[in-house]
């Protein structure tokens, strides 16, 4: 099944629509720079990625992966515009909360732990 | 309404462009505290004004009504709200904690008993130790009180 980002906006609008697979070429110019914003983020994300994987301490990770949430809740707020449900911001709302609570713990954590004791290098 | 929509898409590919210079900053900078810097701040940047330019999108949608619009308005203020408050704090509390670990080299508390040697102390040439600050608060026990 061929599922192209003009389906998307069809399925999301009426939950029995069928056509799915319309060519890339319809979209009109807002749903255009909302699909050029999505893949601007992704490919933010996979940058930060790249820096998670590399980063030679832990802190560089710890930072890629902060950046990479923040950029999560972006997405799904761009990806809730495209499909036509506005709950997504709701998703988007929570899930920025549990990024800043989850980095604040990890940080918390290494007030009692050394999170670096298993690094060859610093 | 359709100027309104592609100004909140234009708006919106501005915030892009600017979380993707954090992350190729991410990429290129030297060392640790040069990429917080970087990735920090255009990440509060980037993220505030992708959120502007979704809620002048919303405005500017014409098949909504005006409750509909109120609420999707509302939910992203209240997302940008708390990315720009939060995320400075995140960037301060991580920068924090990796020089109090010691990844700041000469400047690291651990070399701290080095510090208090130099002429001016840690907060510059007029060192709290030299002149100490004069307590003028007067304090609930003494007398003189409120009534």
Known sequence: ?122 | MMMLQITGGIVLLLGTVICLIGGLGLLRLPNFFARTHGGSITDTLGAGLAILGMVLYTLGMEDLTTLEQFLVIAKLISIAVFILVTSPISGHALTRAAFEAGLGGEGSPANLQEIETISHGVYGPASLQENPIEETVASPLQEGSHD
């Open chain 1, 1 to 122: 099944m061929k599922l192209s980002i003009s389906g998307l906006i069809a399925a999301g609008s009426s939950p029995d629509a069928t056509e799915v697979g319309a060519s890339i070429t319809s979209l009109s110019i807002n749903e255009m720079m909302l699909l050029a914003a999505c893949f601007g983020i992704l490919f933010t994300m996979t940058l930060a990625l790249v820096r998670a994987v590399l980063g030679p301490t832990v802190y560089d990770r710890i930072l890629a992966v902060n950046m990479f949430g923040t950029k999560t809740v972006l997405f799904i707020g761009v990806v809730g515009f495209l499909s036509n449900r506005p709950a997504f911001l709701d998703i988007a709302l929570v899930y920025a909360l549990m990024n800043f609570i989850s980095i604040i713990a990890v940080l918390r954590f290494s007030d009692f732990a050394d999170l670096s004791e298993n690094e060859v290098s610093k």
